[in-house]
């Protein structure tokens, strides 16, 4: 049974950081290509950040560059979502998703974007 669990998420004031975990099993974790996603209350859920198989990574929110880091650990299964310098922007709840499409290919609509498993979400709460 393919499962993935994000964890990490919760209240922090503007300027704190949170690190996010993104635990799976079920599947040939080091062959997928994992990325984070994001959804705002009444917005679509974004892509933020991706990380492929072979560590190639990719920041897709331009406000985000600079403050977030995306790894991985194979060993663990787990991959990492490090976020500094959080705005109330940043406030919305992160989702972890598998693909086997390296992360320039992953394309698609929201808020599925074709990936091939997705975590339920964490949420993550910057007050201003």
């Known amino acids: 049974e393919v499962q993935i669990v994000e964890s990490g998420g919760g209240l922090v004031q503007a300027g704190g950081s949170l690190r996010l975990s993104c635990a799976a099993s079920?599947?040939?974790?080091?062959?997928?290509?994992i990325s984070w996603f994001r959804q705002a209350p009444g917005k679509e859920r974004e892509a933020v950040s991706c990380?492929?198989?072979?560590?190639?990574?990719?920041d897709n929110v331009d406000s985000t560059k600079g403050r977030f880091t995306i790894s991985r650990d194979n060993a663990k299964n787990t991959v990492y979502l490090q976020m500094n310098s959080l705005r109330p922007e940043d406030t919305a709840v992160y989702y972890c998703?598998?693909?086997?499409?390296?992360?320039?290919?992953?394309?698609?609509?929201?808020?599925?974007?074709?990936?091939?498993?997705w975590g339920k979400g964490t949420l993550v709460t910057v007050s201003s």
């Open positions: 998703a598998a693909d086997t499409r390296p992360c320039a290919e992953i394309s698609g609509s929201p808020p599925h974007y074709g990936m091939d498993y």
């Open positions: 079920g599947f040939s974790f080091g062959d997928y290509t």
């Open positions: 990380i492929s198989s072979s560590y190639g990574t990719t």
